[in-house]
């Protein structure tokens, strides 16, 4: 018996160890796969201090080129809107933090929202606008006479700083093979409690630029790719959708000064192709919210 109990457990030893071996393994080669999966990200915060008319920042008056008029849209009403201004992005900014080069590093980037009806997918209620032109030509521009003084919103700069962005549960599913790749769920149940230790510590921030979305519901770059090939089916593939990348996000503004909740609690998102951002062609901007 003393024999037989010895043996079992040299038995359950090994084999231990071969498991323990085996799984160390896996966690290295899911490990080395994020790592090519990983983005630059580009994270903003909310800065208090003093905001000069063409620096980043959130609300205030926008500063825009002269043959600009201030946007506005028709909602679906039938009714014209003014849009108020949300963000400026001063490009030049961005540099220090674009280490891919794949911003434009002069002009301004601004973001029109319609905070009364808060609109969704893909709505002209939500305009994400870039002009090439240098900071030094913009001109601060006053608020048109019939935006509500309650759309004219407490001013506050942005700051910078980038760091390595991974792709949450749904891109990561979707840049795998989606639901044809059933190892995606077991992976990844075990890279999500290694992610802090692996260098991708969860980053906290107002918004983000490029980089992986962080989202509230479903991935959000399949349903760009359908949109823009006209809800057709038999014109899609997954493979496709992924030449939409995160060019910017919002998340719902909650400062004792401003507070502007998208939905309930919720988050704005703005997604160009790849090739479209090469190209510095910013016409074909997809918009979404998602909200609790």
Not at 181 to 193: K, M, V
Request: hydrophobic share 30%; proline share 7%; aromatic share 12%.
């Amino acid at each position: 018996m003393n024999d037989t109990k010895k043996f079992w457990n040299l038995f359950k030893r090994h084999r231990d160890k071969e498991l323990s071996a085996a799984e160390k393994e896996k966690e290295r080669a899911l490990q080395t796969q994020l790592g090519k999966l990983a983005r630059n990200g580009i994270a903003f915060d909310f800065d208090k201090g003093k905001v000069l008319p063409r620096q980043s920042k959130f609300g205030g008056r926008p500063t825009l080129p002269t043959s600009w008029q201030w946007p506005r849209y028709t909602n679906e009403y039938g009714e014209e809107r003014l849009l108020p201004f949300l963000l400026q992005i001063n490009c030049e900014e961005l540099a220090p933090c674009d280490t891919d080069n794949l911003l434009p590093h002069e002009g301004m980037f601004y973001l029109f929202y319609d905070l009364a009806d808060q609109p969704w997918l893909n709505s002209p209620g939500a305009q994400l606008l870039y002009t090439p032109t240098p900071a030094a030509e913009l001109t601060p521009t006053e608020y048109p006479d019939g935006l509500a003084d309650t759309q004219r919103l407490h001013e506050m700069g942005l700051k910078f700083s980038n760091y390595p962005s991974i792709p949450d549960w749904d891109d990561y599913n979707s840049l795998l093979g989606g639901d044809d790749n059933a190892s995606n769920y077991t992976d990844w149940d075990i890279i999500e409690p290694q992610l802090e230790s692996w260098g991708y510590p969860a980053v906290e921030s107002d918004g983000r630029l490029l980089g992986y979305a962080r989202l509230i519901q479903n991935g959000i770059a399949e349903l760009c790719e359908s949109r823009a090939r006209g809800d057709k089916p038999e014109s899609y593939s997954p493979e496709s959708a992924r030449e939409w990348i995160l060019l910017l996000q919002l998340d719902s503004v909650d400062e004792a000064e401003v507070e502007v909740p998208f939905g309930d609690c919720g988050s704005l998102y703005f997604y160009i192709r790849q090739s479209d951002l090469k190209r510095r062609d910013f016409s074909h901007i997809q918009f979404e919210m998602q909200c609790y």
